[in-house]
């Protein structure tokens, strides 16, 4: 199992910035990759940004060059995940959420955060 917590959303102007954090615990010695998604309501999870356990970075088009996303592994009993985003605009708001797949004996598994609202204004 996976805990996930997440921070650092908000309300911000366009063009401004935002970081979110999502802090991971517990079987973290099984995840695989970590990234950020976001819904916004009655649409799709949608993949925003992934990076693997060697490092290999995914991004969805609409925020390639604007978001960068960034792991640091604090100890043994807890990874950091981070989404950096610049340049924000109006249709980046929805709620965002942290994920982390893990790989074990037992296959594939996917573990969500709560969701954290990000907000921008025109």
């Known amino acids: 199992q996976v805990q996930l917590v997440e921070s650092g959303g908000g309300l911000v102007q366009a063009g401004g910035s935002l970081r979110l954090s999502c802090a991971a615990s517990g079987s973290i010695f099984n995840i695989n990759a970590m990234g950020w998604y976001r819904q916004a309501p009655g649409k799709p999870r949608e993949l925003v940004a992934t990076m693997t356990s060697t490092g290999r970075t995914n991004y969805a088009d609409s925020v390639k060059g604007r978001f960068t996303i960034s792991t640091i592994s604090r100890d043994n009993a807890k990874t950091m995940v981070y989404l950096q985003m610049n340049s924000l605009k109006p249709e980046d708001t929805t709620i965002y959420y942290c994920?982390?797949?893990?790989?074990?004996?037992?296959?594939?598994?996917?573990?969500w955060g709560q969701g954290t609202q990000v907000t921008v204004s025109s």
């Open positions: 994920n982390a797949r893990t790989l074990s004996t037992l296959g594939l598994a996917d573990y």
